[in-house]
């Protein structure tokens, strides 16, 4: 069994809970997708941008994508069928969007899988499920596949540099979760998540230091972190 069929992700139902709920317990999920869309604005030019999704679940960052720039060709990559298929629903009526169903451990097997050069890669809450020398084995194969100039931005969950930040990270975490099921008006709790996450086997966060100096370390320049809020980061860089 590959290490995604073990995970949650592979389990039936994980997909869909995570679809029906992310809005409520994602830190600011609403601001780091805002980001994205600045970030798209300012750095590519809308000339048929080719714009890869790795671990694309229900296509949430192509379809804010899709809000700024309608002639978008993206592909989109996922372990999950369930996610692809919903993927695939609700881009439906766009052209130029192609769905592969892969793992990053796949890809990572089988340089060929993506034939492409891409003007952008993007990625959400995906890549901290990968050691660390994978997410750096990544990181390099996403430097392959981009055109030179090309952006790579991934919006993820890092580890805190230490145990202290980390506990005050998840309080207030919850915190934030507590105050937006208020404004939502829902009753059911989600303030467990933080403690949960935590504890999941499936997640292996590393430090943003780390995850520049590997992005770097791959080739890429323009390094930074361009956004950060407790554990949730954004960072990239140009190749
Ligand atoms: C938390 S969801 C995020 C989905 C989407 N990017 C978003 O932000 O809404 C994580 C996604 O990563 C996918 N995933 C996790 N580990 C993966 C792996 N090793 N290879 C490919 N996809 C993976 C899962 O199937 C799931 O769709």
Redesign the pocket.
Known sequence: MS??EK?E?AQKGH?QA?LEN?DIYILERRRLFQILRSFYRHFLDKNRTKVL?L????G??TRELLKEDEQIQATL????PE?LENARERLQSFENMHFIN????ELLKNDAVLDDDFDLVV????IH??HREEKRSLFEYIHNHLQTGGYFLN?DTVKAPTPELEGWYRIFWSEWIRENQTKLDITERFDHIPEQYKNNPDNHPDTIDEQLDALKSVGFGQVDCYYKYGIFAIFGGRK
Do not use: I, N
Not at 55 to 58: K, S, T
Not at 77 to 80: A, H, L, P, R, T
Not at 123 to 126: C, G, H, M, P, Q
């Open positions: 290490e995604f995970s992700w997909a995570f992310a999704d671990g694309c679940g229900d949430a960052l990559v996922d372990g999950s996610m892969r793992t990053f451990q990625s959400s809450l995906a499920h990968l919006l």
